[in-house]
């Protein structure tokens, strides 16, 4: 079975490649632009997205990330990691951060508040239900989790959240924070978010799967990756245009968003 890379520049990294041995494959770490060659599938770990992305741009990741996602290649954000995805990412650090994107949707970065504001909940999950059985339900660890907000038309939720009121008046100060938590506190009790989803070769969770025992979505993944992979080897017998473009994702324009 190919193996799985794991961004391991900050972060759980060690919990993921645990979550995939539990399962009988491979997780190997990455830390250089070249050694994506050498991988089919990539997972970007929860922790800090900011230092994160600096660590990501001191080792020139940054161009090497966009062409994986770019091409087709599977790839799972969780936490951090969604963040890194999403194409616009609010309640950034002042300067903003670079992202990956890929992922069409907007990300709230600190969502739910600061770490002491950290939860965990029983979401819905019916998608992974159908593909991986088990419990209705799926335990989310949420640490300083960020949320999506917004999602395009070729995103699929996978698993949303109902956030008590409560929980919407916890915020951090910056002014783009409190813009936006005024906006929620004019609209209803409470409110929706969606906090797992799928647009074609990336998956995004904005908890930590890695964090319990139960392996669905590595499961989930590893079959998605399986999936994607074959289809694009029985693809390569096709002429080599009808090939590529196929794989091809329209290019993201990713500035550093403020
Ligand atoms: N647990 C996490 O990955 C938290 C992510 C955090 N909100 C960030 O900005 O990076």
Not at 180 to 201: D, L, P, Y
């Amino acid at each position: 079975m190919a193996v799985v890379g794991v961004l391991a520049l900050q972060g759980s990294f060690n919990e993921h490649i645990a979550a995939l041995r539990r399962l009988g494959v491979k997780g190997v770490e990455i830390r250089k632009p070249e050694q994506l060659n050498t991988i089919s599938s990539l997972i970007i770990p929860g922790g800090e997205s900011t230092t994160m992305a600096k660590l990501a741009e001191y080792h020139n990741l940054f161009p090497a990330l966009r062409e994986f996602v770019q091409m087709g290649k599977p790839v799972w954000g969780t936490c951090a990691g969604l963040i890194f995805l999403a194409n616009k990412a609010m309640g950034q650090k002042t300067g903003g951060q670079y992202l990956v994107g890929g992922l069409d949707c907007t990300v709230h970065r600190n969502f739910f508040g600061s770490q002491i504001q950290s939860f965990e909940a029983e979401l819905s999950v019916p998608e992974l239900v159908s593909k991986e059985g088990g419990p209705e339900t799926f335990r989310g660890i949420f640490i300083r989790a960020p949320a999506i907000l917004e999602a395009g038309p070729e995103v699929q939720v996978l698993a949303d959240y109902l956030v008590p009121s409560s929980r919407l008046l916890s915020s951090d100060s910056s002014i783009e924070d409190k813009m936006f938590w005024i906006w929620q506190e004019n609209a209803e009790e409470e409110s929706k978010v969606i906090v797992a989803v799928r647009q074609g070769n990336i998956l995004a969770t904005a908890f930590h799967p890695e964090l319990t025992a139960d392996t669905r979505w590595h499961s989930y993944f590893v079959k998605m990756s399986n999936e994607i992979g074959e289809e694009a080897s029985s693809s390569s017998l096709v002429p080599a245009q009808v090939s590529t473009s196929q794989y091809q994702q329209p290019r993201n324009d990713l500035p550093i968003f403020q």
